[in-house]
């Protein structure tokens, strides 16, 4: 009588699980600003987009050759099921060896489309419903579908927003003994900070502290989709150097710009206890989730794509020329050292006011609401340098504007 399941169905079409992710605050603001959004600047003069990560230049010749040179079948199972290939499992292993200075085995890395699934598959590997997700505001704003679809609880905790850095003292505070996972994603959407690695090792210290005090293991989660994309010659670091019971979630839809084409990884390091346990687990997943392998494609395209990204200079530059501007015009802006994103100070408390107020000049950016952080808005590098300058003028009168 009390099962939640059996009443849904009573009264609508769509499971309780279906109707509650569809009913999630962040995530409804987020659909409702894709369908607003989302489809601006196909066409006629498009507004100066710097909401969602997507594409505003043509793609790179290299990334649509080597996409047409894995098209050409060189035998004749080309295009038949492809699970975790070899030669992709080998390419990105090396790759990661080298990023991070791990020795990643190739049977260790399981291929999926893209982030998304990357992050589910980790998921549903360590924890069963019920079960606790630690994660810092302002967050990727797709983590709590993720994390609610596989039936687990998120608990949201906030970072330091002065420092851009982990609130560690708030993330042990939020230990309990239900959790399971700690979410990690550096460098970081929306902030643009990339860890460093004391901090880490502290994060390290206190899962590891924690994990005993509560006897049951706590894993970390590395989202770092943007791991490649850092600036001024920063190195990055990424919490599986120090936590062994790290699982690693990749994608290659920021490397490549390239998001509609779904491609990454789940990665364990050779030091995760109990990886043989978790292999036939993860592969079974990987079958049961609705086969979230990456397509045979994208499969064979993924050593040549291992050799190269997107341009970093350019989106460096842009990030230079918009803290610049805006820092000028009165922005208290922060210089992000990795990813596509700037999150900056609102001028006025009320975030949707001023995007709103940036709206009606033509200029899309995303309020801080949406990662559940008000105060901020945050502006993509994936515009072009039309829509850049062209914004520049936007932002300042709605600066003007918000000092009236
Ligand atoms: N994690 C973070 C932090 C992201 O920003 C994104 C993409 N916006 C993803 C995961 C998912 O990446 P993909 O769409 O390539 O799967």
């Not at 070899?86 to 893209?114: C, K, N």
Request: hydrophobic share 40%; charged share 20%.
């Amino acid at each position: 009588m009390n099962d939640p399941t059996a009443t849904s169905q009573a009264t609508s079409a769509v499971s309780a699980r279906a109707a509650q992710l569809a009913s999630i605050p962040s995530f409804l603001r987020v659909e409702a600003y894709i369908r607003e959004y989302g489809s601006r600047g196909h066409g006629q003069a498009p507004g100066c987009d710097f909401t969602f990560g997507n594409p505003h230049q043509m793609p790179a010749e290299r990334y649509v050759n080597t996409l047409r040179d894995a098209l050409t079948p060189q035998n004749d199972q080309w295009f038949a099921y492809q699970t975790n290939g070899e030669a992709a499992r080998e390419a990105a292993a090396e790759s990661l060896q080298r990023l991070l200075d791990v020795p990643f085995l190739p049977e260790d890395i399981y291929l999926t489309t893209g982030g998304f699934a990357a992050i589910a598959l980790a998921l549903k590997t360590v924890a069963d419903p019920g079960d606790e997700v630690i994660y810092s505001l302002p967050p990727w704003f797709l983590y709590e579908p993720l994390v609610l679809e596989a039936g687990l609880v998120p608990v949201k905790v906030k970072i330091n927003t002065t420092t851009f850095d982990l609130d560690l003292d708030a993330i042990e505070a939020a230990i309990t003994e239900r959790t399971r996972v700690v979410i990690v994603n550096s460098p970081n959407n929306p902030t643009g900070r990339v860890y460093p690695p004391e901090l880490l090792l502290r994060l390290a210290e206190v899962l590891e502290a924690a994990s005993v005090r509560i006897g049951r293991r706590i894993y970390l989660i590395s989202d770092e989709p943007y791991n490649r994309i850092v600036f001024d010659g920063l190195r990055f670091h990424s919490p599986v150097e120090f936590y062994a019971h790290t699982l690693l979630a990749y994608s290659y839809g920021k490397t490549h710009l390239s998001p509609g084409q779904r491609v990454g990884y789940l990665a364990l390091p050779p030091t995760m206890p109990h990886r043989e346990e978790m292999a036939p687990a993860i592969t079974s997943l990987q079958v049961a989730m609705g086969w979230v392998y990456p397509n045979a494609l994208l499969q064979h395209a993924l050593p040549e794509l291992e050799r190269f990204s997107i341009s970093i200079d350019q989106l460096q530059r842009r990030r230079d020329r918009l803290v610049e501007e805006l820092g000028g015009m009165g922005y208290r802006i922060w210089r992000p050292e990795g990813t596509f994103y700037l999150y900056v100070p609102s001028p006025i408390p009320d975030d949707e006011a001023f995007t709103a107020s940036l709206a009606r000049r033509d200029v899309f950016v995303l309020p801080g609401a949406l990662f559940e952080t008000p105060g901020f808005f945050r502006i993509s590098l994936t515009a072009n340098e039309d829509m850049i300058e062209r914004s520049l003028p936007a932002f300042e009168a709605a600066m003007t504007e918000s000092q009236r």
